[in-house]
């Protein structure tokens, strides 16, 4: 007896170590010598931890990449860095107003998502949306001119930081984890029509507690449709951390009987490699999927957050130093001798010169006119000829 009661107070002995996603920007490695022709692939291996599935094998690990791929989306992370950089500026100068979230940081996620998947694919997301509206075609003026309440804007200086589209771009917003079911409506819009594209319904970890996002994951699993629920997971809601917030924060499991992938969302190879190989999931019949990238924002959840009240200036800056998604492609490309430092710092230049052409055209551009208080309420051709006003005789010709 004495010696079961010995036993029973000897903890039992985990037999295997659980190992935890990886956050480092620089840990892809070549296994394949650089072909003489920029436009042919070679093989590139990502770490061993960058992938987490749930109920589901999960990507490969062996990458293939072309050298003109590779310093696309170096220059095209540095342009939606200094993009958003302007936009701080902007504000900060008081030329934009109201609410204005940035994405500074977590640039790996936007153009990697981008480069894994095709045009024809369908994406909606919440406020932090500026890179998506360039990338799924409008432009860094369009943006910035939007976001200063300009004619030249994307909604032409009426929408504002969190109401930008595209025709396969349904915006960001406002209302947290509303984009979800919307989302998972366009997913189903695309079943029903035939369409074999997939829909990446995009979110943060601070909506991930909020019910329609479950309701949503109920329904596309119900009628297994081509929807992608994408986490963000930058480690803060606002500024609540994601353990004070969420009893589980592996948010690739929480789909239930979805299956689910965490990522490594600060190397943009394994972005690339998870977007295209979720959206080769949900077009092939299997259902909706629950994918989430790993990432970090290095300003506050918006300009008027100054981001150091919940965590350290330590914490904020050894994310910068060790982790950071541009650093880590640079890193990767001088060591595979794909691009030299000189030809990377000319990439630099050319997207600092790209912004600053667009924010001075931005300025440029004029305020909208009281005209256009009574345009663009309805979608472009389907609006009536007449419009009422505030009062029932009060009418606006157009």
């Known amino acids: 007896m004495l010696n079961l009661v010995r036993a029973a107070r000897i903890p039992r002995r ?109 994406v909606i997301t919440a406020y932090r949306c500026h890179p998506f509206a360039v990338l799924r075609g409008g432009t860094v003026k369009g943006v910035l001119a939007e976001l200063l309440g300009r004619e030249a804007g994307m909604s032409n200086g009426k929408g504002g930081s969190m109401h930008i589209f595209t025709p396969t771009f349904f915006g960001g917003n406002g209302i947290v984890g509303a984009q979800v079911p919307l989302g998972a409506g366009l997913a189903f819009a695309q079943k029903y029509n035939g369409a074999k594209n997939a829909t990446f319904a995009m979110y943060g970890d601070g909506a991930s507690n909020q019910g329609q996002v479950f309701e949503a994951y109920n329904m596309a699993k119900l009628w297994d449709l081509p929807c992608v629920f994408v986490c963000e997971n930058n480690k803060y809601g606002m500024g609540t951390s994601a353990e004070r917030s969420s009893s589980n924060t592996e948010y690739f499991t929480r789909g239930d009987k979805i299956p689910g992938l965490q990522v490594n969302g600060m190397d943009i190879m394994a972005v690339k490699q998870a977007a295209k190989w979720s959206r080769d999931w949900v077009t092939s019949g299997k259902g909706p999927l629950v994918l989430e990238f790993v990432t970090y924002r290095y300003g506050g959840h918006s300009m008027s957050d100054p981001g150091t009240t919940y965590r350290t200036r330590e914490e904020v800056q050894r994310m910068r130093s060790t982790q950071d998604p541009i650093r880590g492609l640079q890193h990767n490309l001088e060591e595979w001798g794909v691009a030299t430092e000189q030809e990377l710092k000319a990439l630099d230049k050319e997207a600092k010169s790209e912004v600053d052409q667009a924010v001075e055209e931005a300025k440029a551009s004029s305020e909208p006119a009281i005209k256009d208080l009574w345009t663009d309420i309805y979608y472009k051709g389907t609006e009536p000829s007449w419009m009422r006003g505030r009062e029932r005789e009060e009418v606006h010709h157009f």
Do not use: W
Not at 17 to 31: C, E, F, G, L, N
Not at 65 to 92: F, G, P, S, W
């Open 14 to 122: 985990v037999p295997y170590a659980v190992r935890s996603i990886q956050t480092s920007a620089d840990t892809t490695q070549k296994v394949q010598d650089l072909p003489s022709d920029k436009s042919t692939p070679f093989s590139v291996k990502l770490h061993e931890d960058s992938f987490k599935a749930y109920k589901c094998d999960g990507p490969e690990l062996d990458v293939q990449v072309t050298r003109d791929e590779l310093i696309n989306m170096y220059k095209t992370m540095q342009v939606m860095r200094r993009m958003e950089m302007a936009a701080d500026a902007l504000y900060k100068a008081k030329l934009i107003r109201g609410f204005c979230h940035l994405a500074i940081g977590q640039e790996a996620v936007s153009v990697g998502m981008e480069a894994g998947i095709t045009p024809e694919d369908l």
